[in-house]
Each structure stands twice: as C-alpha cells, then as structure tokens.
C-alpha cells in the first residue's frame, strides 16, 4: 500500500498525516509507504512548521527529516491511495485526475469531515494532531478489514 497525504502547503496537516500514519504502519508492523505533498508551492524544499514538528515530537513523532514537495499529477499512478485535509484539496487534486481510476483513489483524510488548518492558531495543533492519528487509525482499521 503506497499513501499520500495532501494539504495547502505541505507544512503542517499533511506532514503531520505522514508521520503519523508512517509510526502506525511501522508499529503494526505493515509493509507501507507514506508520503506527503502540498497543492501550493509557497513552501517547497522547507521543512514542516516548527510547530508541527513540536506537537509531532511531543507524541514521539520525528517528522523533522521531512521536506515539502507539490503534488504532481504523476503521484496518481505512484500512489494507492491520496488522502486529502479539507474539501479545496479535494477540488484541486481531482481536478488534476485524468481518469475515473484516479479519481476514485482520492479521499478525506477523516471521511466526511475536514482537518481544518492550524496555521493561524498555536492552540489549534494538538487538537488536529488528535483528529489526523484518529482518521489514520481508521484508515489502518479499514485496509485491513479489506473495505
């Protein structure tokens, strides 16, 4: 299984979505690759907030080593599933689908509700923390149970 985590700028939701679901994966001991993008090119080559990193760190996630990338219409035939934070990553990712097939492999992060982006809050990383290890837990749940 190959994932990709996709936010705005690839700094704070969608980093926090790959390390997260990376320490899952690792811990149950699954054969997955987890990867991160941005659909805005304001931070590529940085590393992820330091304040995602904090709040990552403080759950013993290292997500330090990350490095902020844009997504690119050729991820869809890289990755199994794209998992998105709110509903304009939705629109902008599928809107870069070419086929039903690509189309079908982009999701919400939490299914029908959104990650909303913590950028303009300090208070609000933890608790996006909280909502993205919950979505990844069920993803984790669901893949295998085989829905």
Request: net charge negative; glycine share 8%; hydrophobic share 35%.
């Given at each position: 299984?190959?994932?990709?985590?996709?936010?705005?700028?690839?700094?704070?939701?969608?980093?926090?979505?790959?390390?997260?679901?990376?320490?899952?994966v690792k811990e149950?001991?699954?054969?997955?690759?987890?990867?991160?993008?941005?659909?805005?090119?304001?931070?590529?080559?940085?590393?992820?907030?330091?304040?995602?990193?904090?709040?990552?760190?403080?759950?013993?996630?290292?997500?330090?080593?990350?490095?902020?990338?844009?997504?690119?219409?050729?991820?869809?035939?890289?990755?199994?599933?794209?998992?998105?934070?709110?509903?304009?990553?939705?629109?902008?990712?599928?809107?870069?689908?070419?086929?039903?097939?690509?189309?079908?492999?982009?999701?919400?992060?939490?299914?029908?509700?959104?990650?909303?982006?913590?950028?303009?809050?300090?208070?609000?990383?933890?608790?996006?923390?909280?909502?993205?290890?919950?979505?990844?837990?069920?993803?984790?749940?669901?893949?295998?149970?085989?829905?």
């Amino acid at each position: 299984m190959k994932i990709l985590m996709v936010c705005l700028g690839n700094i704070c939701r969608s980093p926090l979505a790959h390390g997260i679901m990376e320490s899952l994966v690792k811990e149950k001991g699954l054969d997955w690759e987890v990867d991160s993008a941005g659909t805005g090119h304001w931070h590529i080559g940085e590393p992820p907030d330091r304040r995602s990193v904090a709040i990552a760190r403080k759950y013993g996630v290292d997500i330090s080593a990350q490095c902020c990338r844009l997504f690119d219409p050729s991820d869809f035939g890289k990755f199994d599933r794209i998992y998105v934070m709110d509903r304009m990553n939705l629109r902008d990712i599928l809107g870069m689908a070419k086929t039903d097939a690509d189309r079908k492999k982009v999701r919400l992060l939490l299914d029908k509700e959104v990650v909303p982006d913590p950028y303009y809050e300090d208070d609000q990383f933890d608790p996006v923390y909280q909502m993205i290890e919950k979505g990844c837990r069920r993803i984790i749940e669901e893949e295998l149970r085989g829905n």
